[in-house]
Each structure stands twice: as structure tokens, then as C-alpha cells.
């Protein structure tokens, strides 16, 4: 039987205070709603960092190196260097999505202020107590070049996944 929800996150080793942040309020305001933490890591913490994350998590959490080779064999693109091997470890999530029913990645950056539990029940991003189109949630209106596909979108640092 898959378990329910699966949090990831991508970061460099440096990071570990920012997930544990993120943990913490996730706990807070949701708990029991997450089954599992996923962290991958360019390379590993120091062990008292990693504990620490273990003991907000309620040793929920799994800590993984990114394999870097199958990404870093496309040097060759321009774009590349724009970017830090971490980004692709979004690509890790769907492997999980053969054990959980619902996959969410995180920036560790991201600062949670209430129950994150509604992020599955539909597509709008979810701030205090309501739902709010993404210009009702910056109070302005996008910018053309902030317009995707037709789509008004930004970089938000959360993707959900799910295994239907």
C-alpha cells in the first residue's frame, strides 16, 4: 500500500537550517500530514545538522545524495551554467510517486504561516484562510513577460505531484 504524501527537498549541504525551518512549521501547522521528507543533498551535512532535521521530523526524514553524473553529462548546453546541479533534483520526485499517492517539492526558502494540508484539494495557491489567483495573492497585476503559455505563472517553489 503507497502512503500518502512525500515532501522533497533539493539543496546544497549549507541549507540544512532552511529545511529544518521549513519541517518545523509544516509539523506545526500540519501534522500527521506528512508521511515522509525526502532531502537531497549535493553532499552530506554534518551529522548534528542532520539529527536535528531528524528530531523536528519525527525521524520522518530520508536524506539522499543527488546522483550529479546523469545531469552533468549535458555540459555541453549553454544553459547549464546558469544553473546549480541541485535544480534537477525536482526530477527525483516523480521516482517517489511509485510509493506515495501525492508528491510535494519544496524550496527550502519557502516560509509556511499556516496548515499546508489544502496545497492538495485543488490548484490555487493557498495563503491564510482563503484561495486566491496568483495577482490577488501579489496584489498586482503580472507583467506580459511573467505570462507563460497563456498562463499568468511565477517561479512559487512548489510543485505537487500526483500519482493519478
Known sequence: MSKKVAVVFSITNNLMFAVANVIYAIEKYSPNFVDNYFVFLDSYADASDMERVQVLSDYKTRFRL???????NNKENINMPKYSIMCFGIFESFILLKQYNNVIFLDPDLLVQADISGILSDSYI?????????EQALGRVLPEEQI???KKAFNSGV???NSN
Open 66 to 72: 543527488l546522483d550529479q553524473s546523469q545531469y552533468q
Open 159 to 161: 510543485v505537487v505531484l
Open 126 to 134: 493557498k495563503m491564510s484562510h482563503g484561495r486566491l489567483s496568483i
Open 148 to 150: 507563460i503559455h497563456g
